[in-house]
């Protein structure tokens, strides 16, 4: 597809847009065997260490919502790049951008909040950068973290790895984190129960690759939510993703919100969720494994993995009927994260 | 000092602001001994390897000057922290903060820059991420790269390792960054022979490193120029520094664009200038190694370091008399990376 000679919002929101940019803009010209295998991470070797490098810039609007803000976003969503690719998180960067007249109590309030995700996430912040730019050349505060960890998990992880069969598990209801920035930004008093799902998986994740030598695929599922990482992933498998939405767990409060503000909560987006495909056999000690865990006692087996060859996801509704879940083309919610 | 209640566009200048900044809000709050070194990169420990990890956000108006854009000046700012504590840069993350609207064939242009800065650097990019924020909330465009490479200088390279009588030089003529971005700013066409300095420095550093084992800091003169830089070391030191004006390397036209403008060059920024610090005798094997690398033939001795216990930076000028160089308050030039 042509590309768009203007940026649009779209182009940010990791849907279809997302991808027409890395694969006309930043592949063509940056590309490298690294780079290609378009994960969450990079996995590099240093001499005899193979190691794992996200980054992820965070620009979420408010700064500060029910379950966390900037800082403590910042510190899960790098956390979880790393986790789900099967590293041990280890360090992190973290450089700032502020807007001049930025209240210095609002900076000490984001900064101890990632100093706690981070003790939290047994990472260290061992480097960073501060940039102040004019009155209006941002909005408030930016942060841009990555991070560094050893791989761990002596399988590869990926999308390739899927086979049919394969058991689908994500850990929790989906939807919260998304429901969350909504209700703060619009001022749904009445509907603020909704919190964040910010929290490092680290973990979790750990329980998981223990209980099964046969993990074959994990992912976050932030920006475009459950929908856009299953969507991507089973065209990057190449093999077809059954989900029943029966199964999937939503919580109230966000169904309603969801129902009231028009939005499919399988594309809102989540920063304490991921996505497990591993061998069917294994799913129950993986689900075990999961649900002895804080971050994963609500765990469920939403769907299964089928041969076809044309990576699509369907969804089998509440009314029996199916349907083709598509990447999205944009984001539901700009500036989620 | 009391920390203001808002953030100043000092704050992110690196000289005294940027200080406090990092000792009242960041150290407390995040400090670890990794962090509390202070140097441009952290060193951390990955199984045997050791491993050098920098981050900086690049904010620079315009993206777009003689001798670079945002793009390369994002690959060589970081490259060059790696490579001045003694790190083989290896592998860059990018992330990108869009403004909506944004052109995306600049963007192509911003990203094949990057290319080709990271190719000759020797480096690859090897993840990203990009955000798209609504039009106004940021200007144009901004950059976050990290970067990891190996340690491979088997000594340790910081202020505290500098002694009395360790020769102190600079590998070229120094503001032509900080005169590039003035003249690009303000328009000064007749003055547009000044191209900015940005480089990757990891290829003289290796020829720096191969002639002497008595290398004993390196730092890249980056905001706030070479006097900043050289007031840091000596308070980080404990040493006074004494300096020759006159052996400081300065372009005629750079001279020229500071007396009109009204800056001091010694605090005008550049992005492909250092400073070493070795042992005396070993200063002329140093500076020959320098000259036969095309970014270092201008090299020059500019001082001594002598023992006090006051940390300054004395300046011999150039009629005769002294002058202490302090840090400065913030940056002469907002945006100038």
Chains 1, 2 share one sequence.
Do not use: W
Not at 114 to 137: E, F, I, N, R, Y
Not at 158 to 179: K, L, M, Y
């Amino acid at each position: 597809m042509k590309l768009h000679d203007k940026i649009l919002l779209e182009h940010g929101g990791g849907g279809q847009l997302t991808g027409e940019l890395i694969e006309q803009v930043f592949l063509p010209r940056l590309g490298n065997p690294h780079l290609m295998q378009l994960t969450d991470s990079a996995l590099v070797a240093i001499g005899d260490q193979r190691i794992c490098f996200t980054t992820d810039s965070y620009v979420v609007s408010p700064l500060f919502f029910p379950g966390g803000d900037i800082g403590s976003l910042a510190v899960h969503g790098t956390v979880n790049d790393l986790a789900v690719c099967g590293a041990q998180p280890l360090f992190l960067s973290a450089g700032f951008i502020i807007e001049e007249g930025f209240a210095t109590a609002q900076l000490e309030q984001i900064v101890d909040s990632m100093a706690s995700a981070a003790a939290l996430a047994g990472v260290q912040v061992v480097t960073g950068d501060t940039k102040v730019v004019p009155h209006g050349a941002t909005d408030g505060l930016y942060i841009t973290t990555s991070g560094i960890g050893r791989f761990v998990y002596d399988k590869p992880l990926s999308p390739s790895t899927i086979r049919p069969g394969d058991a689908v598990i994500v850990n929790g209801p989906v939807g919260d984190h998304g429901a969350a920035i909504l209700c703060a930004r619009q001022d749904l008093g009445f509907l603020s129960t909704v919190l964040s799902d910010s929290a490092p998986l680290g973990s979790l994740v750990r329980n998981i690759l223990n209980a099964s030598p046969h993990i074959h695929c994990m992912r976050d599922a932030t920006r475009g939510g459950l929908g856009a990482v299953l969507a991507e992933i089973a065209q990057q498998s190449g093999h077809d993703i059954f989900a029943r939405e029966n199964d999937i767990p939503l919580r109230e409060s966000v169904r309603g919100i969801c129902e009231m503000l028009g939005f499919d909560p399988l594309y809102l987006a989540n920063e304490g969720k991921l996505v497990v495909f591993c061998a069917a056999d294994d799913a129950p000690a993986v689900l075990a494994a999961m649900h002895s865990h804080e971050l994963g006692h609500e765990a469920t087996r939403i769907g299964t993995v089928q041969e076809s060859g044309r990576g699509r996801v369907v969804l089998t509704t509440l009314i029996g009927g199916e349907r083709v879940i598509d990447r999205p083309t944009g984001e539901l919610v700009p500036r989620i994260c």
